[in-house]
């Protein structure tokens, strides 16, 4: 079956130090993959998004680019700041499947 | 603007009393989903309706019910609430699932409390 595997967290940085998420996938077929982002108190929001090999997702200065031969999907950012603390989550929809979630790293960016 | 609208926000019920989340959504997606959510856990899939279609996971207790009464409108009913169904409840919409690739749009999530 489908599934995320992503870093653990908590995950705490000092503003404008560079973030790495990892992300690593396995699925039938030729999935969709997907960033989401959650702040306190809110529901899901996309990120970003790659729907075939080599594709790179971008919004807001993170990316993440698609590799089918690693099945990774990192999340990335150069210069991350406090507003993006959050909880990140990395999906992934194969065929007609809802989407299957990793289970969240969770991101605090101290000035 | 276009969006998943979910009420109340907030959601406070009594143990074993009856309670009903609605969702809204102005995207005309087929295909609309109720996830329930623990202390930032990741979302678990509770079912799905592609359009009339009701989709139940295999592991969603029979406490949870849902209704679409139209393609605008979801609803998620608990007959009766334990301590433990205190969670985030997150109503989403895809477009057509069959076709595949199609982000999910989120609502703001209702927060239910069991007293």
């Avoid at chain 2, 509770?46 to 609803?75: G, I, M, V």
């Amino acid at each position: 079956g489908n599934s995320v595997t992503q870093m653990e967290g908590p995950v705490t940085l000092s503003e404008e130090a560079f973030l790495t998420i990892n992300c690593t996938y396995t699925a039938t077929g030729y999935p969709s993959l997907f960033w989401y982002v959650q702040y306190p108190g809110e529901g899901l929001q996309l990120l970003l998004k790659a729907t075939k090999a080599d594709d790179k997702g971008s919004n807001k200065g993170f990316e993440a680019t698609y590799r089918k031969e690693t099945t990774s999907f990192h999340l990335e950012k150069g210069s991350v700041q406090v507003s993006d603390s959050a909880v990140y989550f990395c999906a992934l929809t194969s065929g007609n499947t809802p989407l299957v979630f990793g289970k969240g790293t969770r991101l605090s960016v101290i000035a | 603007d276009a969006m998943v609208i979910q009420n109340p926000r907030y959601q406070v019920t009594q143990f074993g009393k009856p309670v009903t989340l609605s969702c809204s959504q102005t995207l005309n997606h087929n295909v609309m989903y109720w996830y329930q959510q623990k202390s930032s856990q990741a979302p678990k899939l509770l079912f799905h309706y592609y359009d009339k279609d009701f989709n139940n996971e295999a592991d969603t207790p029979d406490n949870f019910q849902s209704r679409r009464p139209n393609t605008s409108f979801c609803f998620l009913d608990i007959r009766s609430p334990g301590l433990g169904d205190a969670a985030m409840y997150l109503c989403a919409t895809s477009r057509d699932l069959r076709r595949g690739g199609y982000e999910q749009y989120f609502g703001p999530g209702t927060r239910l409390t069991v007293t």
